[in-house]
């Protein structure tokens, strides 16, 4: 049985791995896994390459400062973030590399073309056989409302979504500001 154990629980489910002990036989196997429930846990084998604990400085290096760095040109910039800590050395390789390779990144939707709709699609599963509820609909300042248009309309105009024939009560737009002043 699967022995799992959280603060002040326990679950026992048998599991059969016929495969992981070779033969036609099915076994059942006892399997301690950690509370992150990864597959190597259940696999019994250690994730010796996770750092077991995090850094106590970890959030001295995300609060860290940022200085722009431009990878692109001066015609077409492409701004990007990166730590101040950086040595002119590292930082200098780093601006090397990425410029090198800035054509990886996608600064717009339109960058984006031909992603394969079997990957990167998301779909809503409804029920057919359960009552919708419809949720009341959200009144969104004018200013907002517009922005959420626009974004719209530049997502449209690249093709990265698509109209549905979703009912109503899917769901409301919930649009969140960026720093930046876009949604």
């Not at 930082?91 to 939707?109: E, I, M, N």
């Not at 009912?167 to 737009?173: G, M, R, T």
Request: glycine letters at 4%; proline letters at 9%; a negative charge.
């Amino acid at each position: 049985p699967l022995v799992y154990e959280t603060n002040n629980r326990s679950a026992s489910i048998p599991l059969i791995f016929p495969e992981i002990v070779g033969d036609d036989s099915p076994t059942i196997n006892t399997i301690h896994c950690a509370d992150d429930d990864s597959v190597l846990t259940y696999l019994g084998a250690e994730d010796s390459y996770l750092p077991k604990t995090i850094p106590s400085d970890t959030s001295t290096l995300l609060n860290e400062a940022t200085i722009d760095l431009n990878i692109g040109t001066s015609e077409d910039p492409r701004i990007i973030k990166v730590g101040q800590s950086l040595n002119p050395q590292e930082l200098g390789d780093f601006t090397t590399f990425l410029s090198k390779h800035r054509q990886a990144f996608a600064w717009s939707y339109e960058d984006m073309p031909g992603l394969d709709p079997d990957i990167v699609v998301h779909n809503i599963v409804t029920l057919p056989n359960i009552k919708p509820v419809k949720q009341k609909l959200r009144k969104m300042h004018p200013r907002v409302a517009l922005l959420v248009k626009e974004e719209l309309q530049r997502l449209l105009s690249a093709n990265f979504i698509q109209p549905i024939d979703y009912p109503q009560w899917v769901s409301n737009v919930v649009p969140v500001t960026k720093a930046t002043g876009k949604i």
